[in-house]
């Protein structure tokens, strides 16, 4: 394994590792204030069973996940050096602002779990929607500065030197919004398909579980308006890329050459020596429609660019097809779970759709796992994006395999330990 | 305000937050070291009672170490991206470090009753809490030193080994172990109730109080050859001087304090003592950043950089000294207050 290999593996295994915790730490606060504004209303100690079951949940997957976050602020430097140097002036302030709002979220979830008996009911519910906001808007800085990464503005480069820097403009970047909508909401659309999905399964056993009923309710209140938004949200992003990262678009979809209404392209499999994508259906013009919203639009494709400009294409042409599935099957089932809501039928006694969600219960963290494979894959060989080759960046540090195995094997033996923490210590429990 | 100036209080800035993270995290390593050292009849009250100080306040604690990083690669680039290259060694230890401490102990708190479990846990927690300070001591030993001032043509070991790895940097890292550990020995010393667990960390932060002078000691005498000519200057103007001086008496103060059990006063003499040798360091080098490579002046990121992120410090503190204060007040002002106890035994989870 080269060195620059080891470390692009090191980065986006700590990235994929900590991604998860992230939108955990998004999406679960918010579950966790929900139920507890439950518990303060109607008193029903159900509620405040739930509550303090996803506040340990939290509590847990809050403190990997500040590790783990720690860990990428050092491996930024460690591994990207020169990347750092470049960027560090254009970039630093979404980072700074993201300190402030972390700061925030560690400051009041230790507020949060250790203060049930030193706060009023109300003073600890605000506590927690302070976590909730917090880890929020420290989520949206860190995928600002990632944007920056996509859509690099904010500055000139002479002679090989970021000039006239504009922190500001650098941090509203074109993929800012969009990239930043998507996430949020894969947090909060993943959390609740995953939360939904446990206590669906647990339901199919046991309907009459007032635990579980409540569980699910409170988690498909946030899973179904997020699943469905991001169907729209994904659309804007694909509009997105099309316009500046056309590229990623032709990788993404497999689209070799240039064409004036352009088909899109379903399954199949890219060759990149022959320059075709084979054995996939064709929809006429849908590409150009997805792309640019006109069916007779252009759309660039793969052969207009160097070949050495190439992302790995069978890499993000697969993993963007894993998070369009997933997301699609998520929206399909807070359709299902809407047409229950407007026929006034209990989604927990309509056993299909409890068994569709149980099935759906990771499909949110692999389709946010696949969706980083697409942004970031999708760059390569940037890592700003025409400005900066990821090859150029990485440190002159030998040997980095070893750290790569040392953070693979750590990581795995967290993984698993949280696992059965959650398992053992949060599901396993019986309600009171 | 002008380049120069501005790039001096950023860089002061990022002094404060070190300073910050050594008397606040510093204080949970340490406690994790007595973790590790609980001796006697009331080791498991001891170990208790570093659980219950630590608990709320930890994650707070220990992003003042992120905000350390985030200043640096914003405002001084090039010596983040320097730090990183030479330091890639004990930096990826130390993380390791952080890694294993901040997981286990909270996976401690809430893993099974089981109380082999939790020895367990607890022994992750308490052998990495004494691991990662000597690291960090040993990365700013190598720093003052200016040993860090590597060619890139160096060999393997000449660039990424030899500058971290002497007498003089362990000897650092034994001071940070030790001054941490004094810390988290004098603030329990305030925070426990009963007097036979305060005479406990009181004889600890004795015994601390004395190593962090013994390490000292031989940090001076390691350092003979390595500290440069400007250092010595430096250490011998006025300023520098009043630093000295400052902490001496400090120093004096928190013994004194600790053997005639005034916790509180000594508590407050730890902190400015501890704060001293921090400022010390800094002025050490001052105005080095990477001595021999790196000035403030040198590495500072563009004026609009420095301005926009003094800006964005200076609203951050709007929301961040009310929570903190906040935070402080409930767990280490007042004893727990008789709200409404809503997680009566009935509805209690298995802790």
Not at chain 1, 67 to 90: C, D, K, N, Q, R
Not at chain 1, 133 to 147: K, L, W, Y
Not at chain 1, 364 to 371: D, R, S
Request: charged residues 15%; neutral net charge; aromatic residues 10%.
């Amino acid at each position: 394994m080269s060195d620059l290999l080891a470390a692009r593996a090191q980065m986006a295994m700590s990235l994929g590792f900590h991604i998860i915790f992230a939108v955990l730490g998004i999406g679960m606060p918010l579950l966790m204030v929900l139920s507890e504004r439950q518990w303060v209303k109607t008193r029903d100690p159900v509620w405040l069973d739930l509550t303090k079951r996803w506040s340990k949940g939290t509590a847990i997957l809050f403190a990997v996940g500040a590790v783990s976050g720690t860990v990428l602020s050092f491996e930024l430097g460690l591994l990207w050096p020169a990347f750092m140097e470049y960027a560090g002036a254009i970039i630093g302030m979404p980072f700074s602002l993201e300190g402030f709002a972390f700061f925030t979220e560690a400051i009041f979830l230790g507020i949060y779990l250790y203060g049930w008996q030193r706060l009023s009911a109300r003073a600890h519910w605000w506590a927690g929607v302070a976590v909730a906001v917090s880890g929020t808007i420290s989520g949206i800085f860190v995928v600002f500065a990632n944007a920056w990464m996509n859509s690099p503005t904010g500055f000139r480069v002479v002679d090989g030197k970021a000039v006239d820097i504009d922190p500001i403009a650098a941090m509203l970047n074109p993929a800012a919004f969009t990239q930043s909508l998507h996430m949020t909401l894969a947090a909060f659309a993943s959390t609740g398909i995953a939360v939904a999905g446990i206590h669906a399964w647990m339901l199919r056993r046991d309907t009459s579980s007032p635990f579980h009923r409540a569980a699910l309710k409170v988690a498909l209140m946030i899973a179904v308006p997020a699943s469905l938004l991001q169907v729209i949200s994904g659309d804007l992003s694909g509009k997105f890329i099309a316009r500046w990262q056309p590229v990623k678009l032709a990788a993404i979809e497999g689209h070799f050459e240039t064409t004036r209404g352009a088909p899109l392209l379903l399954g199949g499999v890219p060759d990149e020596a022959a320059g075709v994508t084979r054995h996939a259906i064709a929809v006429p013009k849908m590409l150009s429609v997805l792309a640019f919203g006109d069916p007779d639009s252009e759309v660039r494709g793969l052969n207009d660019f160097p070949r050495e400009e190439w992302p790995p294409l069978a890499v993000v042409r697969f993993a963007f097809q894993i998070m369009v599935g997933l997301g699609g099957l998520m929206a399909l089932a807070s359709l299902w779970v809407i047409v229950c809501w407007v026929r006034k039928r209990e989604v927990a006694l309509q056993r299909p759709l409890l068994t569709f969600l149980a099935l759906l219960t990771p499909a949110g963290f692999i389709a946010v796992e696949a969706g980083w494979v697409v942004t970031e894959v999708g760059r390569q060989p940037w890592i700003i994006q025409g400005f900066m080759r990821t090859a150029d960046a990485v440190t002159p540090m030998p040997g980095l395999v070893i750290p790569f195995t040392i953070f693979t094997v750590l990581y795995c033996f967290l993984g698993v330990i949280v696992a059965w923490l959650l398992w053992a210590q949060i599901v396993r429990v019986r309600p009171a | 305000m002008d380049a120069p100036v501005l790039a001096l209080v950023v860089a002061g800035l990022i002094m404060l937050a070190v300073n910050a993270y050594v008397v606040l995290g510093g204080a949970d390593f340490g406690a994790g070291v007595w973790d590790l050292l609980a001796r006697g009849p009331r080791a498991a009250a001891q170990r208790e009672a570093i659980a219950e100080g630590i608990g709320p306040i930890w994650e707070a604690n220990h992003v003042w170490l992120i905000f350390v990083v985030v200043l640096l690669f914003s405002c001084f680039p090039p010596v983040f991206a320097h730090l990183s290259v030479v330091l890639h060694i004990p930096l990826t230890v130390m993380l390791i470090g952080i890694v294993l401490r901040g997981s286990a102990f909270t996976f401690r708190a809430y893993d099974s009753t089981d109380s082999v479990v939790q020895r367990q846990w607890g022994r992750i927690f308490a052998v990495s809490s004494t691991i990662t300070p000597v690291l960090l001591g040993m990365c700013v030993g190598a720093l003052v030193s200016g040993a860090l001032a590597v060619p890139a043509e160096a060999s393997f070991v000449a660039r990424f080994i030899t500058p971290w790895w002497s007498a003089f940097t362990l000897t650092i890292g034994g001071l940070g172990l030790a001054v941490f550990a004094f810390l988290a020995a004098v603030y329990l010393t305030v925070e426990v109730q009963d007097a036979g667990l305060a005479e406990d960390f009181r004889a600890m932060a004795l015994s601390a109080a004395l190593a962090v002078g013994l390490f000292a000691a031989l940090g001076l005498w390691f350092g003979r050859d390595t500290l440069t000519a400007t250092t010595r200057a430096l250490l011998t103007n006025p300023a520098a001087i009043a630093l000295q001086c400052v902490t001496g008496v400090a120093a004096v103060t928190a013994i004194g304090a600790l053997l005639t059990r005034r916790y509180r006063l000594a508590r407050t003499a730890a902190v400015v003592q501890v704060s001293g040798i921090v400022w010390g360091w800094g002025l050490a080098q001052f105005p080095a950043l990477v001595p021999g490579v790196h000035t403030i002046a040198s590495a500072a990121a563009p004026t609009v950089t420095l301005r926009l992120v003094l800006i964005g410090v200076a609203g951050g503190m709007v929301v961040l000294v009310p929570s903190l204060w906040y935070l402080f007040r409930i767990f280490k002002a007042e004893p727990a207050r008789a709200f409404e106890r809503v997680d009566t035994a009935e509805h209690r989870l298995p802790e």
